[in-house]
Nanobody, 115 residues
Framework: QVQLVESGGGLVQPGGSLRLSCAASGMMSRITAMGWYRRAPGKQRELVARVSSGGTTNYADSVKGRFSISRDSAKNTVYLQMNDLKPEDTAVYYC?????????WGQGTQVTVSA
C-alpha cells in the first residue's frame, strides 16, 4: 500500500520560509513524477511545482523565483522550499506522486502565511 508522509507545514509571517517534505513508501512501480499541489479556501486545487523522473521541473507562475522543488530518488522523497511567502500562498498543500501504475496523494499539510 502506497503511503505519502508529508511534513513541514505551519504558520509563518509574510516574507518567511518553509520547507515541505513528502516521503513515499510502498511504491509498486517506477515513479514518473513527484510534485506539490495546493488548495486555497474557496478555490480549486492547483499545481504548485512538479519534477519528473528525468529532473524536469515546472512551476506555477505565481511561485516562480520563490519556490524550489527537489527530489531524493534514493529516498523517494520530494521537497518544496518556499521562500518569500505571501498571504496568498495560504492553502493546504498536497504531495502528489505518480508512478506508471498509479496516481497517489498525501493527506495535505496546512501552510498559513499571516502577520
Amino acid at each position: 500500500q502506497v503511503q505519502l508522509v508529508e511534513s513541514g507545514g505551519g504558520l509563518v509571517q509574510p516574507g518567511g520560509s518553509l520547507r515541505l517534505s513528502c516521503a513515499a513508501s510502498g511504491m509498486m512501480s517506477r515513479i514518473t513524477a513527484m510534485g506539490w499541489y495546493r488548495r486555497a479556501p474557496g478555490k480549486q486545487r492547483e499545481l504548485v511545482a512538479r519534477v519528473s523522473s528525468g529532473g524536469t521541473t515546472n512551476y506555477a507562475d505565481s511561485v516562480k523565483g520563490r519556490f524550489s522543488i527537489s527530489r531524493d530518488s534514493a529516498k523517494n522523497t520530494v521537497y518544496l522550499q518556499m521562500n518569500d511567502l505571501k498571504p496568498e500562498d495560504t492553502a493546504v498543500y498536497y504531495c502528489n506522486v505518480d508512478s506508471i501504475m498509479s496516481r497517489n496523494w498525501g493527506q495535505g499539510t496546512q501552510v498559513t502565511v499571516s502577520a
